[in-house]
């Protein structure tokens, strides 16, 4: 009689989907940031995101929710640019870093980051899967993302035609 062998499914898990970010010509995702981010006990919790101009050039924007008992300060953000492009390269370091009072998740605590980034870029968004939607109105008309011309001016205005 022959035997019978019980077979088994197996997955392989891997890290969440993360935002998917091509700033200078690196892409790269935004757990790459978060991975550094995570070092500085300053910051209780970070996202980063493109953010577009009219002409479709992308840059990278960090927003950071400091830890309790800390400021956000230029020193902090040189730091934390500074472990960035020493951890990564020049091209991963956020061209804005910013500081937010929340960081909008879902019920599983996932980072919102779809729709942070569609916010920033005066893009329609739903915010229904968010479970803490007044954090939303932090990424709404930011003073600092106003005015992003382009990053590479275009070749031609350079020959003066």
Do not use: W
Request: aromatic share 6%.
């Amino acid at each position: 009689m022959p035997r019978r062998v019980a077979s088994l499914l197996c997955a392989r898990v891997g890290p969440k989907r993360d935002e998917t970010l091509k700033q200078r010509g690196c892409r790269f995702g935004s757990s790459e940031i978060y991975a550094i981010i995570d070092d500085f006990p300053q910051i209780r919790d970070s996202m980063c995101v493109s953010h577009y101009n009219k002409h479709g050039d992308e840059r990278a924007v960090l927003f950071l929710k400091m830890a309790a008992g800390h400021t956000f300060d230029n020193r902090l953000v040189c730091n934390i640019k500074k472990a960035i492009a020493e951890e990564l390269t020049i091209r991963h370091v956020p061209d804005v870093v910013l500081e937010t009072e929340d960081i909008p998740v879902n019920m599983n605590g996932k980072k919102m980051e779809i729709i942070v980034k569609k916010i920033i870029n005066k893009m329609p968004y739903n915010d229904e899967s968010v479970i803490n939607p007044e954090s939303l109105k932090n990424f709404m008309d930011v003073p600092e993302l106003q005015n992003f011309e382009r990053i590479f001016p275009n070749i031609m205005m350079l020959k003066g035609s």
